[in-house]
């Protein structure tokens, strides 16, 4: 019963491609996150919703589009992938800044390889 | 501008050793601070926040407004301790998103 569930967990495949990485809640959460965990660990912030709507957009290139038809989900599609797109990919939600103390529950992580 | 800074990448100690993740961040407003842990192979979790004042795990971290700290302590480390520890500040007025330290990965030997 995943309170954050992300698919696929792996994702192999070519520079140049398309693909796309699902995330799921079911806790409730008004707000999703998706952060980047790059080859050194660093976690960093790409986008957020807050039901729905788009809240946060950090300097990520227009090759990354997150969609959110609810607000039990956020999906984030990637165009024309490239070497550098290699990390791990999380998900994450929360009740939302407007809540309180703004606690994240992350998904187990997509690790993305492009070759 | 917002910023948290783990000083070291690494920190290794002893099982039964005292140890301490350093976290300092620099930030304008009244600062919200967590601390999440991601074990190996496991999802990165909650560990504790500030605001709860809470010991989770035998890990404690105060605030030091001070010093713009927030480092995490245990006194005692177990092998089970070992993992991935990052420092994150909450900024409310952006959307709430979390800004996370480079992390720093404690290993516990026997």
């Known amino acids: 019963d995943t309170a954050v569930s992300q698919t696929p967990k792996y994702l192999v495949t070519q520079m140049g491609n398309d693909k796309s990485i699902k995330c799921e809640q079911n806790?409730?959460?008004?707000?999703m996150y998706w952060y980047k965990q790059d080859s050194k660990k660093f976690l960093k912030i790409m986008f957020s919703?807050?039901?729905?709507?788009?809240?946060i957009n950090e300097t990520v290139p227009n090759r990354f589009s997150p969609k959110s038809p609810d607000k039990a989900h956020l999906n984030l599609h990637i165009n024309s992938l490239e070497l550098g797109d290699s990390a791990v990919y999380f998900c994450a939600s929360s009740q939302g800044p407007a809540s309180g103390a703004n606690v994240l529950t992350f998904g187990a992580g997509s690790r993305l390889t492009v070759l | 501008a917002q910023r948290v800074t783990q000083p070291e990448k690494l920190l290794s100690v002893f099982k039964g050793a005292p140890v301490e993740l350093k976290c300092n961040y620099s930030?304008?407003?009244?600062?919200?601070l967590f601390w999440y842990v991601q074990y190996s192979r496991q999802r990165l979790q909650l560990l504790l926040r500030h605001i709860s004042r809470e010991s989770i795990k035998g890990f404690t971290a105060d605030l030091n407004k001070g010093e713009t700290s927030f480092h995490l302590k245990k006194p005692f480390a177990q092998e089970e301790d070992s993992a991935m520890y990052y420092c994150a500040l909450s900024v409310y007025n952006q959307g709430g998103k979390l800004i996370f330290g480079q992390g720093t990965e404690l290993s516990v030997k026997p």
């Open positions: 919703y807050n039901n729905k709507e788009l809240i």
């Open positions: 806790l409730g959460h008004d707000t």
């Open positions: 930030y304008s407003g009244s600062p919200e």
